[in-house]
């Protein structure tokens, strides 16, 4: 893998980067009996990373016509336990990439039965997310209906405790408002129903639900799930935006490297930040369109009794969840980034080499997979740039 | 003087409602009515004191009007108040759920 985006990936926030390695290591050095998050010894020493696949979805899944994911897993084992960055191997995670690596590695041939068979549900669980935050995770393996040490997770429990709240308050006017008076339910049903939205064990009883929802009912748990997921996103963007806002700023400064540099290299940096700023701005519209459709959508459900809008956002939601996820994560990504990239050097120009790794960074974080959808209109596109 | 209907209605948290002392599940509430999950196996009162009051970590806010029965089904009732302060419907749109999503366009 080429080092740089090496580099990326393995300083990408929790939305991104899911380090089974530190957290087997830092468990197991509490309490030598814990279980692992995998049963296999190699999997166990791994980062797992979502990654932006510029060519896309899986092919397999392209083929059996599931929904392409914009994020792909990837797992890295690092050549060196004591210095994951120094280098590894990697693999696109597939179900049949997952049973090559395991014959590689072992040379035992996967049956789908046994401890191997638990790590492909555990691999596929982790797939099936858009990003490792504590919140979706859990979320994700209480689904899969699979245990989760804890340690992995590392949730914020004010955290996991406002969203659960916030989710219960949407729910209950959303099920009166679809199952209204005349489906018989009343105020102990609907807290049941109500529980059982957010409880994976209890989804038979979300049945009336989903079929008032149009939905089918083998994947309207999932997409019952991806809606109540975009909710964690929203949380988090409103933690995330004076940070955003700050990285805005900075960029809208126009900074440039400490040392002088040619008026074509001076030029070549604004046209970069130029596309930078089109790619946190065209981000962040895309992130609120999806959250602005998330509400709409609701209240002319929950307000206005016009159930149509809700059932289109949800036909559409497993997507909505994932293209949230990607935009979040690029987001969390690119302030951590530039965080440590910049902490040495408050108020101050950026070192030339510092100044040149962060571009690329912020460059690598935001376009990736989206130049299609960031080519700057003409009148975007910067004037040339007096030297520094 | 607005139709009932016309005033924004919002989805709130960190804001309890009692119905006569008994703490209800609020589905909604507007400057001038509110709808509550109706209370199981009793019918809904016409005249009751509705009881407003924020959660510690929100705004403060507490008050206590009068209410009266517009409408209820065997799940859901809605009571009609009159709003407290000139400012109600402002002050309650600070508890709504989806007030985080007003957030400004970047400022770039």
């Not at chain 1, 990373?49 to 929904?67: C, E, I, N, T, Y």
Request: proline residues 7%; glycine residues 4%.
């Amino acid at each position: 893998m080429d080092p740089a985006l090496l580099q990326t990936l393995l300083t990408a926030g929790p939305s991104r980067r899911l380090d089974v390695l530190a957290s087997s290591q830092e468990l197991r050095s509490k309490d030598p009996a814990a279980p692992l998050m995998f049963n296999t010894p190699y999997l166990n020493r791994s980062v797992i990373l979502k990654f932006v696949d510029p060519k896309g979805s899986d092919q397999a899944d392209r083929r059996s016509g599931a929904m392409p994911k914009p994020i792909r897993t990837l797992i890295y084992l690092p050549y060196d336990v004591t210095d994951p960055p120094a280098g590894g191997e990697s693999l696109l995670y597939s179900r049949r990439a997952l049973r090559r690596l395991h014959f590689q590695k072992t040379n035992e041939e996967p049956d789908g039965q046994g401890s191997f068979a638990a790590d492909e549900a555990t691999m596929q669980a982790l797939d099936d997310v858009p990003a490792f935050n504590p919140f979706l995770l859990r979320d994700a393996f209480e689904r899969a209906g699979l245990p989760l040490h804890e340690a992995y997770l590392d949730l914020d429990q004010g955290t996991a405790k406002r969203i659960r709240r916030r989710l219960l308050l949407r729910i209950r006017p959303l099920i009166v408002a679809v199952l209204g008076s005349s489906s018989g339910l009343v105020g102990e049903a609907l807290e049941h129903m109500v529980d059982a939205f957010l409880d994976p064990a209890r989804k038979e009883e979300l049945r009336p639900l989903a079929a008032a929802l149009h939905l089918r009912s083998d994947d309207a748990v999932e997409v019952l799930g991806a809606w109540a997921g975009i909710a964690y996103f929203e949380e988090e963007l409103e933690r995330l935006t004076p940070q955003i806002a700050s990285l805005a700023q900075w960029l809208a400064t126009s900074p440039r490297p400490r040392e002088r540099v040619p008026p074509s290299a001076a030029k070549d940096f604004a046209s970069q930040i130029q596309r930078i700023r089109i790619g946190v701005r065209t981000a962040w519209q895309s992130l609120q369109a999806i959250l602005g459709q998330y509400q709409a959508s609701y209240r002319s459900l929950v307000v206005d009794s016009q159930p149509a809008p809700f059932v289109e956002f949800l036909r559409d939601c497993r997507q909505h969840y994932w293209s949230a996820g990607d935009l979040f994560g690029r987001f969390e990504q690119s302030i951590y980034g530039w965080r440590v990239l910049t902490q040495n050097y408050q108020d101050e120009s950026l070192p030339l080499i510092q100044y040149t790794d962060l571009l690329a960074f912020l460059l690598r974080t935001h376009l990736l997979g989206r130049e299609n959808v960031l080519e700057a209109p003409a009148a975007e596109r910067p004037a040339a740039a007096s030297p520094a | 003087m607005r139709e009932r209907r016309q005033y924004p209605r919002y989805v709130v948290e960190g804001l309890d409602v009692f119905v006569d002392g008994m703490s209800v599940h609020t589905l909604d509430v507007s400057a001038v009515a509110v709808r509550i999950v109706a209370p199981d196996r009793t019918p809904a009162r016409r005249s009751v004191r509705l009881r407003f009051e924020s959660h510690p970590d929100m705004p403060a806010l507490t008050a206590d009007v009068d209410g009266q029965l517009l409408r209820a089904t065997q799940l859901e009732a809605v009571y009609a108040y009159v709003a407290p302060a000139a400012d109600w419907g402002e002050r309650l749109a600070d508890y709504d759920t989806f007030r985080q999503l007003h957030i400004a366009e970047l400022e770039d």
